[in-house]
């Protein structure tokens, strides 16, 4: 049988690893030791980064506002998928739906994923648990992937992200919990708006980009353009197809409605919940097309002037 040889080592101290492929040993420095995202996303305003190339190609697929389609060809199989990646390991089912086989001894077990493969594989050699965290002083193993992943986070830190705070929590709920206390508010430095989360900042500063993608709709006598998928989507389910998902729980009430937000807003009128006084800029009331837009009206400009 051919073994590949592992002629890639790790330069960093105490840390025995090697990689047949050099884009392997890179892939794990940034993932164990440096932390570093060598693959950016050019997208204006998105701003993530990833380690491997391929997770960037997939999350690229995100900003598409018409997505590709690689579809099975093969009888009774409707199944499609927007990367070739993803259907080249799909048609390996209809192949051979168990590829990876035991070479240990004489068992014939076979396995549909290589982890599970992995797993089983140990069991063999004694190593009931041969997923082992990487954290220098740590000593924990695990019997599956996942687990691994879980216990990763708890060697994390997470600093709270209000000023002249030096509070460190060890899981990132307990870090959301101790922010509230803060009320941290994000503003824009171009027009003024606060925003509970610094996403939301990110999205919002899109519409003051001069190279913003924007995004026509295509209905007929519509035109109306927007800077995000989700706001074009919301649009046309709310204004076009008039669909109102969100019913109201009581049951002598019959109210629905097209967005979450409005139907919160319904509740408080049952629960006579008083809405959190936030201070916020005066402003001329928009309809809600409007307001997903990204626009800002000139005349409501010249009344803020």
Known sequence: MYVRMASHLCDFPGCLKSFPKLWRLREHQCS?????????????GCGKSFIRAYHLKRHNVSHLTTKPEFRCTSDGCNRVYSLLQNLRKHEKTHKNPLPYKCDVDSCERAFKKHSQLHIHKSRHSGDIKPFRCSEDGCTASFVWPSELRKHKKSHKEYTCPAKNCDVVCRRWTDMREHASSHR?????????????KRNLLKIHSRSHSDNRCLLVCDWERCGRTYTTVFNLNQHVRAFHFQEKPFKCSLSACSAVFSTKQSLKRHIRTHTNAVKPAIPKRKSMKRPLSSQLSGYENSSRKEVQN
């Not at 030791?33 to 204006?44: A, D, N, S, V, W």
């Not at 941290?184 to 509970?196: E, I, N, Y």
């Open 32 to 44: 164990a030791h440096t932390g570093e995202r060598p693959f950016l996303c050019k997208e204006p």
């Open 184 to 196: 941290v508010v994000h503003d824009c430095k171009l027009c003024g708006k606060t925003f509970k």
